[in-house]
């Protein structure tokens, strides 16, 4: 069983269904806090995979994600494993929600990923909280293999959702090189940037994104 590092921070709790997830899928889960990495007590080079969960790590209050991805950037013990893990060619990640948020700050460590965004406040300004419908679209993911054309109910729960290419990233390059790998879609499957269908206004129609290499 491959181990996947479940990621967790302060005020994530979106790990106990991840680690359940995987664990079907046959990986080995294995409980990873921040202060894991940092304390020494575990590090991901012992890793194949890696999880940065959801749920409002630091409560929502530091650009959602933007505090967790800070505490990587800027320790250099925590950069240099990260971008380490990264580097690797048999290693995978996957950012949910404020996880997401991490992830797309850490992007310029992540190879292949230059072109994405990062991303900011919903177009409402306010908090959703709703069900919508994803369509899986053609890309490299390796998570997403066999599923293009799979439509699927997901639930929705963010205040900062919404791909913001005027911070960083290259909407064009990433469509071109097929790198988006979900899209909202409306009751019809058509691909839509209404809301709330789109509840936070990406660009694109665009749910997820992957890299040049699907991991």
Known sequence: RPRVAILREQGVNGQIEMA??????G??????????LISGS?????MRGMVACGGFSYGDVLGAGGGWG????YRAD????????FGRSDTFALGVCNGCQMLALLSPMIPGAEDWPRLGRNISE???????????????????QGMVGSRLP???AHGEGRLDFDQAGNLTRLQENRLVALRYVDNRGEATERYPLNPNGSVGDIAGITNDSGN
């Not at 925590?78 to 893990?85: C, D």
Request: aromatic letters at 10%; hydrophobic letters at 50%; proline letters at 2%.
């Open 42 to 46: 575990v590090d991901l080079s012992t």
């Open 154 to 156: 997901i639930a929705v």
């Open 20 to 25: 359940a997830g995987f664990d079907r899928a």
């Open 126 to 144: 306010q908090f959703e909280a709703r069900v919508c419908t994803v369509e899986v679209t053609e890309s490299p993911s390796i998570f997403l």
């Open 70 to 73: 800070g505490r990587v950037l």
């Open 78 to 85: 925590l950069r240099q494993q990260f971008e380490a893990f």
């Open 27 to 36: 990986f080995e889960a294995v409980d990873v806090h921040m202060n894991d």
